[in-house]
């Protein structure tokens, strides 16, 4: 199996920063892209960023420039920086991963609230 734990967020004043991070234990080793998605109150789940193991990332719409997502292979983290951050981006942000042995796993959610 592979386990995730997230780290980070909270409230910050729109045009504020926050940062996210998720660490990975167990099969780690068969884990390919990673991600983040958001999901806002009586919304559907929503893909933030996503990042291959090599280090390619794509972004949501709209998301690119504000939002910039990292991970680090060798120390088994993923990482979100969030800047310029609005109320429209308040949510609960979920880590996730892919293995190629058990599928796909979410970490257990963070809230990201932006006060205007």
């Known amino acids: 199996q592979v386990q995730l734990v997230q780290s980070g967020g909270g409230l910050v004043q729109a045009g504020g920063s926050l940062g996210l991070s998720c660490a990975a234990s167990?099969?780690?080793?068969?884990?390919?892209?990673m991600a983040w998605w958001r999901q806002a109150p009586g919304k559907q789940r929503e893909l933030v960023a996503r990042?291959?193991?090599?280090?390619?990332?794509t972004y949501a719409d709209g998301l690119k420039g504000r939002f910039a997502i990292s991970r680090d292979n060798s120390k088994n983290t993923l990482s979100l920086q969030m800047n310029n951050l609005k109320p429209e981006d308040t949510a609960v942000y979920y880590c996730?991963?892919?293995?190629?042995?058990?599928?796909?796993?979410w970490g257990q959610g963070t809230q990201v609230t932006v006060s205007s």
């Open positions: 167990g099969r780690t080793f068969s884990i390919n892209e």
């Open positions: 990042i291959s193991r090599a280090g390619s990332a």
């Open positions: 996730y991963a892919s293995s190629s042995l058990t599928g796909p796993h």
